[in-house]
């Protein structure tokens, strides 16, 4: 049974370009969250997205964005990059619509750094 | 609000020492999952357990345990026999039930260092 795939598993992108990032669930599973990583600011939720609709948001500037198609698979987006932007992006998919009742499997993640 | 505190940054070990990793959660909420999660150098978050708030029974798995306990809002991991391939940080989270909207709360990671 496949995992969770994000890719690319690496990026190198200039401030103020825009980056798109891809996750492919579990075959199956139907909600998707993102996450963000950086040394200083841990792991924090970016979306979580469940049957095309975005159902939660974190935090995080309009800059942030993302989808999910019919297929479960989801992308986010980052416009106007800024070096802060760097980070470890993780994708977690879930079987069950919130996650409660299921635990949460994670994709390798996509390094961002923004030069 | 939820958090989640993982006091020990950095725990290092001998190889078949024993290890504990301590989590205090903080919620509201009577309805609640924690999870433990550990993060090899590869970036993956590889899912160890998950506990909702109504299960209290704690569990040996292998050379892991949990201990779970409402009454100090604690979640501690244990690995008994520890190896080297056991290094590696590891998060605690919280998840609310909303019932139809979820994230996870994350600690700040306990670093292992298991050495020979």
């Known amino acids: 049974k496949a995992g969770v795939t994000q890719t690319p598993r690496y990026l190198i992108k200039t401030r103020g370009q825009q980056v798109t990032l891809s996750c492919s669930p579990i075959?199956?599973?139907?909600?998707v969250s993102w996450y963000q990583q950086t040394p200083g600011q841990g792991l924090q939720f970016l979306f979580e997205?469940?049957?095309?609709?975005?159902?939660n948001k974190g935090n995080f500037p309009g800059r942030f964005s993302g989808r999910q198609f019919s297929n479960s698979r989801s992308e986010m987006n980052v416009s106007t990059l800024e070096l802060g932007d760097s980070a470890l992006y993780l994708c977690?998919?879930?079987?069950?619509?919130?996650?409660?009742?299921?635990?949460?499997?994670f994709g390798s993640g996509t390094r961002l750094t923004v030069v | 609000a939820q958090k989640v505190t993982q006091a020990q940054t950095e725990i290092s070990v001998v190889e078949k020492e024993d290890v504990t990793l301590d989590c205090v959660y903080e919620?509201?909420?009577?309805?609640?999952?924690l999870f433990w999660y550990k993060q090899p150098p590869s970036g993956e978050l590889v899912f160890l357990i998950r506990?909702?708030?109504?299960?209290?029974q704690n569990e040996i798995s292998g050379r892991y345990s949990w201990n779970f306990q409402k009454s100090t809002s604690s979640f501690n991991f244990t690995i008994t026999a520890s190896q080297v391939v056991d290094s590696a940080v590891y998060f605690c989270?919280?998840?609310?039930?909303?019932?139809?909207?979820?994230?996870?709360?994350f600690g700040t990671g306990t670093r292992l260092q298991v050495t020979l």
């Open positions: 977690a998919s879930s079987l069950a619509g919130t996650g409660r009742s299921y635990g949460y499997t």
């Open positions: 075959s199956g599973h139907r909600s």
């Open positions: 997205y469940f049957s095309e609709t975005q159902r």
């Open positions: 919620t509201r909420d009577t309805t609640y999952y």
């Open positions: 506990r909702n708030s109504f299960d209290e």
């Open positions: 989270a919280l998840l609310i039930n909303t019932g139809t909207a979820s994230k996870l709360t």
